[in-house]
């Protein structure tokens, strides 16, 4: 499974950036998609996840400015990052739980990483 995240770069403190990323390869089913990220010096965290079937959850940090989104028929997961702040800096890695066939259990994978840069 490859997962091809884009959509990284630079950005003023306020403005708006969007990840995408999509997942393809050996896939018989997904249970949720969605983004961590990790600044220098600290460790990875969730930023935000979109579980098939279920209700979306953010890092406290992030919730009322990034927002996230899917297309499961495309195995697609969107974050869509709004008022950022330097704070917001790091490298930023989709995931997807997938499993190949029905009776496998779902494994993690996770794209190249984006960075995002917040200037201020």
């Known amino acids: 499974v490859q997962l091809q995240a884009s959509g990284g770069g630079l950005v003023q403190a306020g403005g708006s950036l969007r990840l995408s990323c999509a997942a393809s390869?050996?896939?018989?089913?997904?249970?949720?998609m969605g983004w961590y990220r990790q600044a220098p010096g600290r460790q990875r965290e969730l930023v935000g996840d979109l579980p098939r079937g279920g209700l979306t959850t953010f890092a406290d940090s992030v919730k009322g400015r990034f927002t996230i989104s899917g297309d499961n028929a495309k195995n697609t997961v969107d974050l869509r990052m709004n008022s950022l702040n330097p704070e917001d800096t790091a490298v930023y890695y989709c995931y997807a739980s997938v499993r190949h066939t029905a009776i496998r259990p779902y494994i993690h994978y996770w794209g190249q990483g984006t960075l995002v840069t917040v200037s201020s």
């Open positions: 390869g050996n896939i018989f089913s997904v249970s949720a």
